[in-house]
């Protein structure tokens, strides 16, 4: 029998009590705490990890969620989410650092476009993000591709936009659906939802988007950007420092130490490998099984993570003579950025919580199940609003996972999948002022405000869009 001060039997006893606070109530404590994070990091420029903290508190005293026990559970969402996400969080952060440094990102995009030219450009820049983009985080991803995009732009003699929109939608669509990044795995967390399911509808659903967002979509716009940035431009000169691009390599020697192609796509495709594995052995097989069992091992994502990392340290460290104190150094520079990403993470989780323990999940849950409202709609849609306000895409994928966390216990494991990708494809709608993603873009490809809304924005609304779509068709045969 669970002890009654228990953290567990707390958190429960002060769910049911504030359940029994009236619905306007609850409505108004979850409008004024959202207001409160979104007034915090776009008025006030408070960092994400105390707003969420504070629209927590908001949250506990306007429902009148006991005090003591609205921080226990807040903290039991921290340490839930922390501990269920952060680990894969790092350890994607190391992979992702050791194909930068070895450069094999840039092998694998030298490569790809080195290959095509003319019509098929778009097509290879939108394949090369995706692939480079699976264990990278967007932002990374932005500052290594981006170079490279005005290098194959001013080589083949096309507008930027042409192969610069395909790339960034493969970025994109990566960092919003498919785990194992932040905004993903924070969703099959709190919905708790199975990885190996939501990795397969993602790159189902990712692959279709990419290519509408990106090459189709990127014919369109065109020409709304600049045609090039030449190679004296200061903004060139500054991005090809920032990535660390080499026009001329330094010495044969150092080419001679990029990791292969092969070697690479190998590398970074072997944890999704593995998770796939499991999500198939799971559906064709039984526990007891030899191969079931072995499989359901290897494709737990924190296994499949860390034996990607080992493998990650040898192809792309010992192995191209970077030597331990090289991978070393490697591995200890990629966990400290993290660390500001882990915290909004975790303080997500836990403003999640305040949410569910609170009564307002369950609320809403009902209120959409007596308007026969579609549970992939709700998340779809609280997540864009969240978007919009915030600007943030990981805080509008915890908040909009919280608010539909209750209706999610009724749901089969394949719809759990596609509601963590609807939640995910909400919060990149329409990116604008308010988005560090938005002013990246600006600045790197020399557009005006309203270049980039006619450009950056609408993609990422395409994306929003197209998400929602084919998961919506998606559930209608799984």
């Known amino acids: 029998m669970v002890p009654s001060n228990a953290p567990g039997s707390i958190v429960l006893a002060a769910a049911q009590g504030a359940a029994t606070a009236g619905p306007g109530r609850l409505i108004l404590a979850t409008v004024l705490a959202i207001a409160a994070v979104v007034v915090l ?54 992979v992702g650092k050791l194909l930068i440094d070895s450069g094999g990102a840039a092998q694998v995009v030298d490569r790809i476009v080195s290959r095509v030219s003319g019509g098929a450009l778009p097509w290879a820049m939108a394949g090369a993000a995706a ?35 395909p790339a960034l939608a493969g970025l994109s669509v990566l960092h919003g659906m498919v785990p194992p990044h932040p905004g993903p795995l924070v969703a099959i967390s709190a919905l708790k939802a199975d990885l190996g399911l939501t990795l397969a509808f993602g790159l189902i659903c990712a692959i279709p988007t990419v290519i509408i967002a990106g090459p189709l979509f990127g014919r369109v716009v065109a020409n709304v950007g600049p045609r090039e940035i030449t190679p004296d431009s200061p903004m060139f000169a500054e991005l090809q420092a920032a990535a660390g691009v080499r026009e001329a390599p330094g010495t044969e020697e150092r080419l001679r130490r990029t990791p292969g192609f092969w070697v690479t796509v190998g590398t970074v495709l072997l944890p999704v490998v593995l998770m796939l594995a499991r999500a198939v052995a799971e559906i064709v ?194």
């Open 41 to 94: 990091i776009t008025w006030a420029k408070i960092n994400p990890f105390l707003a969420l903290m504070l629209g927590s508190a908001v949250l506990a005293i306007v429902s009148g969620f006991n005090t003591g026990d609205a921080v226990t559970s807040f903290a039991k969402g921290v340490g839930d989410t922390f501990g269920s996400v952060g680990i894969l969080v790092a350890l994607g952060a190391i």
């Open 131 to 165: 692939l480079v983009g699976l264990p990278m985080f967007f932002e990374i991803g932005v500052v290594l591709l981006i170079p490279i995009v005005l290098m194959v732009a001013r080589r083949a003699r096309v507008p930027i936009l042409l192969v610069g929109i």
């Open 285 to 478: 097989s039984a526990k007891g099984n030899p191969v079931h069992d072995v499989l359901f091992v290897l494709g737990t994502p924190v296994v499949a993570l860390l034996l990607g990392t080992l493998v990650a340290m040898f192809t792309m460290g010992y192995s191209v003579g970077a030597g331990r104190g090289g991978v070393a150094d490697t591995i200890n520079a990629s966990l400290p950025p993290m660390a500001g990403t882990l915290l909004i993470i975790a303080a997500g989780g836990g403003f999640k919580q305040t949410l569910v323990d609170s009564g307002v999940g369950n609320l809403i849950g009902s209120w959409a199940s007596a308007a026969h409202l579609s549970v992939l709609l709700l998340g779809w849609g609280v997540a864009v609003l969240i978007r919009l306000a915030t600007g943030s895409a990981t805080v509008a994928t915890i908040t909009a996972a919280g608010i539909v966390a209750p209706l999610a216990a009724e749901l089969s494991p394949a719809h759990l999948a596609l509601l963590v990708i609807a939640v995910g494809s909400g919060s990149l709608f329409f990116s604008h002022v308010n988005d560090v993603g938005f002013w990246m873009v600006k600045q790197y490809f020399g557009m005006t405000v309203k270049q980039t809304i006619l450009s950056w924005s609408l993609m990422e609304t395409v994306i929003s869009v197209c998400g929602l779509i084919f998961a919506l068709l998606l559930s209608l045969v799984v």
